[in-house]
């Protein structure tokens, strides 16, 4: 843990520097974090404010939540810009004006109307980073539309976020990264893709982790293939085991289990680094992202940021197998997935 404590600074301490906060403000990037009220959504919102990028946050209204949360988030950006230039006038720069957006990540519909009104106000999205996600051991359990909960937090919600960000993200000047954290070169395979995509049939909690993460891999490697989108980094992390309210769902026997193991864990702070220093910041920074096979598609990296591989089972088929099932799905949304 302190090893990994190290190298998390070392990467804070390479990116968050003077000249990288001013150019984030001069060139007013945005960011979009979607699920930034806890664990690591919150974390990387923050991390982003401290680079001085605009967050627009994304989550579940709440008495409250709003104005909590934009709170943090100009804290946060203050706080960097104080430590930063430390006394050098830091009180005559303007610090980005955060904003959120409440949003029902469990339904698709309420993804499209929350990514037309961000657009709608910000036309050129620099950064999206998905982290929202559900731990429980429930079987398939339909959202209104149809669709298991966890599938949809996991990975349609997703789907619908880039594609709903997709003109504001093609618009952007300055590398810009679509980050989805989930279990990127962790998951294995799920078999039934063709013959059960929903997982109606061979629902259980390995399926639905394995599935979500195949589908990710999948479908963000859809889009980084698209010649429309050669601008665009599209990355499938996995952040690995970090200390947060993970699990708050499992009954109370699970539950406790996990928060006795939860003080190994690293500070979702730490993870953050490992998740946002190697991708966004690297390559704001001029750095280049790198692959275990050099060739093009989707970024799968690991909890320390190091570069993880895809599945043997990944390929073109099974490619355009799921984007053919995700743009159907999107389709009943009310999505237009052929812009």
């Given at each position: ?35 930034p ?28 939540r ?15 810009l ?40 910000h ?10 996600g ?37 618009k ?31 629902y ?136």
């Amino acid at each position: 843990m302190v090893i990994s404590l190290l190298k998390a600074n070392a990467l804070r301490a390479k990116y968050l520097t003077k000249q990288a906060y001013q150019n984030t403000l001069s060139k007013k990037l945005t960011a979009v974090v979607c699920s930034p009220t806890s664990g690591i959504g919150q974390a990387c919102a923050i991390r982003l404010a401290e680079q001085g990028y605009k967050v627009i946050a994304i989550g579940r209204e709440k008495p409250g939540r709003a104005e909590a949360v934009k709170e943090q988030l100009t804290k946060a950006s203050q706080t960097a810009l104080d430590s930063i230039l430390q006394g050098e006038g830091g009180g005559n720069v303007d610090t980005p004006k955060h904003e959120f957006y409440p949003c029902d990540a469990f339904s698709l519909s309420s993804i499209k109307q929350t990514t037309e009104a961000i657009l709608e106000k910000h036309p050129v999205i620099d950064v999206l980073v998905m982290t929202q996600g559900m731990a429980t051991t429930q079987g398939f359990t339909p959202t209104p539309e149809g669709n298991d909960e966890k599938m949809t937090l996991h990975y349609y919600s997703r789907m619908a976020m880039i594609q709903g960000l997709l003109p504001g993200l093609r618009k952007s000047q300055n590398s810009p990264v679509v980050l989805s954290v989930l279990s990127g070169g962790v998951h294995s395979v799920y078999k039934y893709y063709k013959e059960d995509t929903l997982l109606k049939k061979h629902y259980s909690i390995a399926n639905a982790a394995n599935a979500a993460g195949f589908y990710n891999d999948l479908c963000l490697d859809h889009y980084a293939l698209d010649s429309r989108n050669s601008n665009i980094s599209f990355i499938h992390s996995s952040p690995g085991f970090v200390n947060t309210n993970w699990g708050t769902e499992f009954g109370v026997v699970l539950r406790s289990m996990v928060r006795a193991l939860q003080p190994l864990g690293r500070k979702a702070s730490e993870c953050a680094e490992y998740l946002l220093g190697p991708t966004v910041f690297a390559l704001s920074h001029g750095d280049t992202l790198l692959k275990v096979k050099d060739e093009g598609g989707v970024y799968i990296y690991g909890e320390n940021g190091q570069t993880k591989d895809l599945t043997k089972e990944h390929g073109k088929e099974a490619r355009e197998f799921i984007w053919d099932h995700t743009k159907h799905i999107m389709e009943k949304a009310g999505f237009d997935t052929n812009n």
